[in-house]
């Protein structure tokens, strides 16, 4: 399975962390389901729909909710938006 990798926030871990978030082998699953007559679309469906729900995940903890930013920026942020209102 490949890979793509992003740099995000973690709020579990509580810093920034790398968020992974795999591909589909469609190919191979095609093949399972013919070979199994079938059966093993259930399977395929269930990772499908897993990967469409929760597509990244944090490599030290496994959450798969990544922020764009640190903590500390948005705290910063907002400190900055009150200082000048």
């Known amino acids: 399975m490949t890979k793509d990798r992003i740099r995000g926030y973690c709020p ?27 059966i093993w679309l259930v399977s395929w469906a269930s990772i499908y729909f897993y990967h469409q729900l929760r597509p990244w995940r944090c490599q030290q903890c496994g959450w798969n909710k990544p922020l764009p930013r640190s903590s500390r920026e948005s705290s910063s942020m907002a400190e900055q938006s009150r200082s000048e209102g």
């Open 12 to 38: 579990r871990c509580g810093h920034d962390q790398i968020f992974e978030k795999g591909h589909i082998h469609h190919g191979v699953h095609l093949f399972l389901a013919v070979i199994t007559l079938g």
